[in-house]
């Protein structure tokens, strides 16, 4: 169906609108930080006031109004930036709805496992431009540190964070995905007992876990405790400052050379 002539397609303006509202996402994140910046220098120096003005009573009433107003203040922008980064967030969400593919082929590999490897590079141009510039950075058969034990993962893909995440949880924390061949028909224990291990893993990774993969080579219904599981059941990585939430998918090979995937994750490498 058309529109009338002079009246635009109020589905395309809206996402025309949101298109121009996430471009500014930059310009607005700097604004975010320098807004910052001004505001906890005005705390910080409504506080020194307040310290060296203590035989002055008014000065000292002036300072901590000062210092509330500016606390308030950060409160607010803090509030703002969060929701503005959501709102971007679901932006790129819808984008990458609209433009993913519905079909996701099976690459070609000698194992279940090799192709999955090469279908996350594929799939997302991080991973793949990661693991151009360091082709170690994808291990087979590895084991991995876990809290005193130590844990098997049938592929780890794993680019370090930066020293600031690595030290304390914040900042640049690159990327780490995790993956296990699983069962034809797995069990909700097979699902949190990897879950429980790729959490246990996460600690010592050098990199933010985003992604967990239990992969199964032939298509064998799922039980719907297993499904709903994997669906409503993204968990949580603690590391430092930062908690996170990691993806729980089961992807099954199928025999028309097709993935299935339980959740489908976009967004994530």
């Known amino acids: 169906m058309r529109s009338p002539a002079g009246v635009e397609d109020p589905i395309s303006a809206t996402f025309d609108l949101a298109d121009r509202v996430a471009e500014m996402a930059p310009v607005v994140r700097r604004l975010y930080r320098y807004t910052a910046a001004i505001l906890i220098a005005w705390i910080a120096i409504m506080a ?15 300072a901590i109004l000062g210092l509330v107003a500016g606390v308030i203040a950060l409160t607010l922008l803090r509030r703002t930036d969060r929701f503005f980064r959501s709102f971007v967030q679901r932006h790129r969400m819808i984008h990458l709805v609209r433009d ?7 690459p070609e590999g000698r194992t279940p496992i090799e192709r999955l490897a090469r279908y996350l590079a594929q799939s997302n141009e991080r991973v793949e431009r990661w693991l151009a510039e360091n082709p170690g950075a994808l291990q087979y058969r590895v084991t991995l540190p876990a809290g005193g034990r130590t844990v098997p993962f049938d592929l780890a893909i794993v680019r370090p964070g930066g020293a600031l995440y690595r030290a304390v949880g914040t900042g640049d924390g690159g990327f780490a995905i995790l993956a296990r061949g699983g069962p034809e028909a797995p069990t909700l224990e097979d699902l949190r007992r990897l879950e429980s291990d790729a959490a246990a893993a996460a600690a010592r990774l050098p990199g933010r876990l985003v992604r967990v993969i239990l992969l199964r080579a032939r298509p064998v ?3 719907e405790e297993v499904y709903e599981y994997a669906v409503g059941h993204p968990f949580e990585v603690r590391r430092g400052l930062s908690v996170g939430r990691v993806a729980l998918q089961v992807i099954t090979e199928n025999p028309d050379g097709t993935y299935e995937f339980v959740p489908h994750v976009l967004g994530e490498p």
């Open 221 to 223: 219904p799922l039980p």
């Open 48 to 62: 020194f006031v307040a310290l060296i003005g203590l035989r002055d009573p008014w000065l000292t009433v002036l």
């Open 100 to 106: 993913a593919d519905p079909v996701s082929r099976v």
